[in-house]
């Protein structure tokens, strides 16, 4: 079984703290994404990466940044944490070619509140 | 921007009852379509994917979804809902890595 493992599932940090959330995945897969959830607004996504030490802007980058040194491994960034980045986070990663409809993989969620 | 869209934020079932979650699409293309549960607290589970051929698509747990172009639509069905279907569904597109907004399901004895 494809496994994608978030290693916090609850945070809580202080405004203004830099905030660091890890995913790593197990079936070597290129792609690597992350998504934020909030009722109502469902899925959006924040950053992704097709390779190694390489991402792309997904819908709402603002105030985050992303890093992958290694093909398992990407990490999202909260470098000044803030009240309305309370939320839920997931990490998702799929082989490379979405167009051939390749399943995206999810990780069981970060829940980060920030005070 | 969102290229899927869940019209029905809530829905409430009684068990037993058959259940369908509607999902537009706006693609102009054949779209790859996808639709995932969440449990409470957890993650994403696929249920079931179209990207090609048959327009009706089975999936795990008892789920099937239907796609009609004429419709731009690509709706998921359950002849017969259980208490363990209670849960968050989501439409996706994975080629725009877009996910609607989410319908919740609730089921009442």
């Known amino acids: 079984d494809v496994k994608v493992t978030q290693s916090s599932r609850y945070l809580v940090k202080r405004t203004g703290e830099k905030v660091f959330l890890e995913c790593v995945q197990d079936?070597?897969?290129?792609?690597m994404f992350w998504y934020r959830q909030d009722p109502g607004l469902g899925l959006r996504l924040i950053y992704f990466?097709?390779?190694?030490?390489?991402?792309e802007k997904g819908d709402i980058p603002e105030g985050y940044s992303v890093s992958r040194e290694k093909k398992e491994r990407f990490s999202l960034i909260l470098e000044s944490a803030s009240t309305n980045q309370t939320s839920m986070y997931l990490c998702?990663?799929?082989?490379?070619?979405?167009?051939?409809?390749?399943?995206?993989?999810f990780g069981e969620g970060s829940w980060l509140t920030v005070v | 921007a969102q290229s899927v869209t869940q019209p029905d934020i809530h829905i409430t079932v009684s068990e037993g009852a058959s259940l369908e979650l509607r999902c537009n699409y706006s693609y102009g293309a054949t779209p790859y379509l996808f639709w995932y549960v969440q449990s409470p607290g957890q993650g994403l589970q696929l249920l079931l994917k179209y990207f090609s051929g048959d327009t009706l698509v089975q999936g795990i747990k008892g789920f099937e979804a239907e796609f009609k172009r004429s419709q731009s639509s690509f709706n998921l069905r359950k002849p017969s809902v259980h208490w363990s279907d209670a849960a968050e569904y989501f439409c996706a597109d994975p080629y725009k890595l877009s996910f609607g907004a989410g319908t919740t399901v609730t089921v009442r004895a």
């Open positions: 998702a990663s799929s082989y490379m070619g979405l167009v051939s409809g390749n399943t995206i993989y």
């Open positions: 990466s097709y390779d190694v030490k390489m991402k």
């Open positions: 079936m070597d897969h290129e792609n």
